[in-house]
């Protein structure tokens, strides 16, 4: 091949002036957001805190990349859309995620990353989500009055032979079904299940530990917990009460249950028939699974449309006007579920190829502290602005994929970015507000 590093390349003219580009532009960067990550996580404390907690059993005295140094190019890479380990190849000679590495030569290669995830064990992956919740405390300047947890479970398809996968017959493919507790945007929990399991498998478990964890924080704190049917599990509603945990939780549809909002749902029919235009009406009935140790309050939906009826029924221990707490309580559980889309989509949280089954678990929580990043650039950098309720995806090619041209000498590091770029205003609003804090 020809070396042209030092050539004219010629193009069309553009309105009687010569076009020409040659490769003598020194180190350029796509990445010039990564600078707004690195001063999220130094506020954080995020990736330094993770590193401590990896296993490395190399020799010490021959370690060329430190596990800090991998992690931070493995995390920084994800959120700037990096999916997999084979990027790593051209990724190590970037010089602005050298820089947001705390590395000023090539970084570790795609072989090197992979050997760490290959050391991943249980204990590593039960630590760092403690540091989810740890983070999520310190967030907090002061005691909040309630704190709601959204738990929900997803399919992560795999199309290999990785260890604990299973064909699940609802999502029709072969995947994994992790779990996740968020509040608001804040992730709590991000646990790698086989799918082979009971969707609400080990949320009791979750529940009764981020209860104790936010206790010990919190001691007057309200926690309540929501999520959709296939949690309702009468243990969990049993030890909510008992231990003075709030729940709102969906309720699947059944004869009994249809049965006692029956004359509900049809004054919901009969005005329809009367309006042509869809009707919901709401109600409080007395429900008891044959599985209960009680009867308890749930909230009867009635809807009836073009479409016909479509009853829905939600059991919890809060007070209130049906209605509301239906739309306003329950229903806001949606949130959550646009959070997991973001991070499997924008964050590659499904990007579980490894063979081994923890490995699998480490690359689930690299893209979580991913998202970490992406929502602390939220929260602290852009609050009360418009791009503070963007998606990872959208806000990383309006604020974080900015061209960038990096000068490094032995006492500084200079980084050029566009005057002309039009994220500029609140590039440097996150910015000030980063270094502020």
């Not at 997803?154 to 493919?173: A, K, L």
């Not at 749930?298 to 919890?316: C, D, M």
């Not at 963007?390 to 006492?411: D, S």
Request: glycine letters at 8%.
């Amino acid at each position: 091949m020809t070396d042209c590093r030092s050539e004219q390349l010629k193009f069309a003219s553009c309105r009687g002036r010569k076009v020409q580009a040659d490769f003598e532009g020194g180190e350029v960067s796509s990445d010039g957001g990564l600078l707004l990550l690195r001063e999220v996580d130094r506020h954080l404390g995020v990736l330094k805190r993770a590193a401590a907690l990896l296993p490395d059993h190399r020799q010490q005295g021959k370690v060329r990349h430190s596990a800090e140094s991998m992690l931070r190019q493995r995390v920084f890479a994800l959120a700037q859309g990096y999916e997999d380990l084979n990027d790593h190849d051209q990724l190590r000679h970037d010089p602005l995620l050298q820089t947001a590495a705390q590395r000023r030569s090539a970084l570790a290669s795609a072989p090197t990353l992979c050997r760490m995830e290959n050391q991943a064990d249980r204990h590593s992956a039960m630590a760092l989500n403690n540091l989810l919740v740890d983070l999520f405390i310190e967030s907090h300047e002061a005691a909040p009055e309630e704190v709601v947890l959204d738990f929900d479970a997803t399919d992560d398809v795999v199309h290999g032979r990785q260890e604990g996968r299973f064909f699940h017959g609802y999502y029709d493919h072969y995947c994994f079904l992790p779990l996740y507790a968020f509040c608001g945007s804040q992730p709590l929990l991000a646990w790698l299940r086989p799918s082979n399991t009971d969707a609400a498998r080990g949320t009791w478990a979750a529940l009764r530990w981020l209860v104790k964890r936010l206790r010990e924080a919190w001691p007057e704190v309200r926690i309540i917990w929501r999520a959709d049917s296939g949690f309702c599990r009468w243990r969990m509603l049993q030890w909510s009460e008992r231990h003075g945990v709030d729940y709102i939780v969906g309720l699947a549809r059944n004869k009994r249950v249809t049965g006692l909002a029956s004359a509900l749902q049809q004054e919901a029919q009969q005005a329809w028939e009367a309006s042509g235009e869809k009707q919901r009406r709401f109600d409080w009935i007395e429900y008891g699974a044959r599985s209960w140790d009680h009867s308890r309050r749930v909230i009867a939906k009635a809807e009836h449309s073009e479409k016909g009826s479509n009853p829905r029924f939600v059991v919890t221990s809060l007070e209130g006007e049906a209605g509301v707490l239906y739309d306003e309580r329950y229903c806001a559980r949606g949130e959550m579920e646009n959070r997991i889309k973001e991070q499997q989509l924008g964050l590659f949280a499904d990007r579980t190829s490894c063979h081994a089954w923890w490995p699998n678990q480490l690359r689930l929580l690299l893209s979580t502290l991913g998202y970490v990043l992406i929502d602390g650039l939220r929260r602290l950098g852009l609050a009360g602005t418009e791009w503070a309720r963007r998606q990872a995806t959208t806000l990383r090619v309006c604020l974080l994929k900015i061209g960038a041209v990096i000068v490094r000498n032995t006492r500084r590091v200079v980084v050029h970015l566009s005057s002309s770029w039009p994220g500029r205003d609140h590039f440097l609003l996150a910015h000030a507000r980063l270094r502020a804090g």
